[in-house]
């Protein structure tokens, strides 16, 4: 059964006073802005994402595999929430990780040995046969307790040519991670 409102009624006089009540002005000459409720983040909440706020991991991927003929970059949740992965048929696969909660120092190494580094003017760490032969990792310090990681697994090949380009990546993306305290 479907009611209709009369003007009159005691439920068009409501929704009448409701819409009143809304916030809507006459006024032509004004603007209609809709705000949220601005909150200040807790300490911890700054802390959470390691510094790395809005950066994306395949917007750091993306630029060096693309031009090198690997598929589209896919979001990863291996080692962080902020992963990204992409494969080249025949070659092999990549990814990186933006990993807010552990340093280089929480990493291990594997089947590897971790190597002392820089990457730019950071700390960093590379891994050569971290996952066994043909694979390396290179990590990038960005503060005491929180890293990037770019990993290469050739599907044939040598740990020194996965490292290059583990390297290459991590190289590309340094200067875009945040500067730690």
Known sequence: MISRLRPGSPIALIAAIAMAASGCSSDPTGSAIPSEPRTVPTRSEISSDGGF??????????????????????????????????????FG??????????????LSPGQGTKVPTKVGDRDAV??????????????????????????????????????????EIATAAEPKLPRGN
């Open 53 to 90: 706020g809005d950066l994306k991991a395949c917007d750091l991927l993306e630029p060096t595999t693309t031009p090198k003929g690997f598929d589209p970059p896919v979001a990863e949740t291996y080692e962080s929430d902020n992963g990204c992965g992409t494969r080249k048929y025949g």
């Open 93 to 106: 696969s990549v990814s990186i990780y933006l990993v807010p909660d552990a340093g280089i120092d929480q």
């Open 126 to 167: 590379e891994i050569p046969g971290d996952a066994g032969k043909q694979a390396c990792t290179v990590a990038i310090a960005v503060t005491a307790g929180a890293r990037l990681t770019a990993s290469t697994s050739l599907n044939k090949g040598t740990n020194e040519e996965a490292c290059a380009l583990s390297r």
